[in-house]
């Protein structure tokens, strides 16, 4: 039925658009989770998840050559962002075969490289969905949201990501003749204001496309996609950190060149995004003897990792105030690192902590400066889409997470220390070959009210 809609509108060529094409059928891998309520009883979501349309063949409409190969648009095909819009199809997705993306249970297993038929995939970024062409919005104020992951087999540079972005619920179906939307993973955004994406809101990001420098993958185009940003988990075997970053707006906002900030331009702290956040990572907060190998939360084996966001009143409509974690292995519950800086006391993220951290480590406040607690509350009270991802990082090498970083200041500068990596470990060119057969899982999803995805301690 939908498919039909969309090749008579291509057939019409009216308008715009960001089509969906028929070459290889759209399937998205099963997952369920549970949706817990007050006293622990839990019901069974039958979830389904959806590749980011980034990742996705993009071919001239009705034919099979490519409008996007490697890193560059097909200037024959394209002239400007509405034409290559109005003249592309994004496809389904052979999601283990080309992405190494399975999905099973309650499970979700991500591979960092996959030889395909066509092409080396590497990495991918996935949404959880309400229906095959809704996201699934989650409301995580005075909730608890809890999962299982393994990140043993991720070394230094790599990064597996459970996080919340405040993206459109149908992915922009309709914006500017957008006719794939959620169904096919279109809408993404984030508080780095990303540039790498080849379409947002609706239009080619061709405008402004430069190749990336280094990445046969890659590119950097004229426009970046803004929205609020709440990262509930970033890590590897070595080093992990939660991160709220709020927007000055908390829904997608377009923006332009070096004005977007973030990763994807020269100016960091030029957007209307947090692009630091305030971040909570045990080891930058002086306990490296907390998360790891063979430590007190033992990355060798799977965990569970358990995130409370507590308002100022205890309930919904509240005002975050604290974001807390618990992680719970071999049956034992294991309370957060305290930070071991006397200056930044706590063990969770509070506004204390967060004005406390940024006036010790001399970190500019941008989480402050993009309305904190209260716009990050914003974002959350409108629902959130929840992505899991794995990723490399050719800007910093995933240094901030799992390095010393900046690289040149001393590993003993209180902030400066973030793991144990080496500062010239993580270029995507060396873990892409030393670490082609990683691979991160996230399973057994819980989300509900605070105390009820877990037996939380007396
Ligand atoms: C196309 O992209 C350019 C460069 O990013 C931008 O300035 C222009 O506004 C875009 N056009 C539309 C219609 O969005
Ligand atoms: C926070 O949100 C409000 C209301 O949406 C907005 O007006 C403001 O610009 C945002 N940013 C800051 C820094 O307060």
Known sequence: MYRKAAILSSLLASAYAQQAGTEEAETHPKMTWQDCSAGGSCTTKNGEVVLDSNWRWVHEIGGYTNCYTGNAWDEAICSDNESCAQNCAIDGADYSGTY????SGN??????????????????????????DKYEMYKLL??????DVDVSSL??????ALYFVSMPEDGGLGTNGNQAGAEYGTGYCDSQCPRDLKFIDGLANFEGWNSAEGDENAGVGGRGACCAELDVWEANAISSAFTPHPCDTPGLTVCEGEDCGGTYSETRYAGTCDPDGCDFNPYR????????????????????????FLTDDGTDSGTLNEIRRFYVQDGQ????SESKIAEIPGDSLTQEFCDAQ????????????????KNMSDAMAEGMVLVMSLWDDRHSQMLWLDSTYPVDAPASQLGAGRGECATDSGAPDDVRVEQAGASVTFGNIKYGPIGSTFDAPA
């Not at 190494?100 to 999905?103: E, N, S, Y």
């Not at 005075?142 to 999962?147: A, G, P």
């Not at 519950?333 to 957060?336: D, F, M, T």
Request: hydrophobic share 30%.
């Open 107 to 132: 499970e979700l297993n991500l591979k960092f490289v996959t030889e395909g038929p066509e092409a080396t995939n590497v990495g991918s970024r996935l949404y959880m969905m309400a229906s095959p």
């Open 358 to 373: 940024k006036q010790v480590f001399g970190d500019e406040n941008t989480f402050e400066q993009h309305g904190g607690w």
């Open 155 to 160: 070394g230094c540079g790599l990064n597996g």
């Open 285 to 308: 907060q002086g306990d490296p003897d907390f998360y790891g190998e063979g430590k007190t939360v033992d990355t060798t084996k799977k965990m569970t990792v358990v995130t409370q």
């Open 333 to 336: 519950v294991i309370p957060n």
């Open 142 to 147: 005075n909730r608890e949201f809890t999962f």
């Open 100 to 103: 190494g993306v399975t999905a």
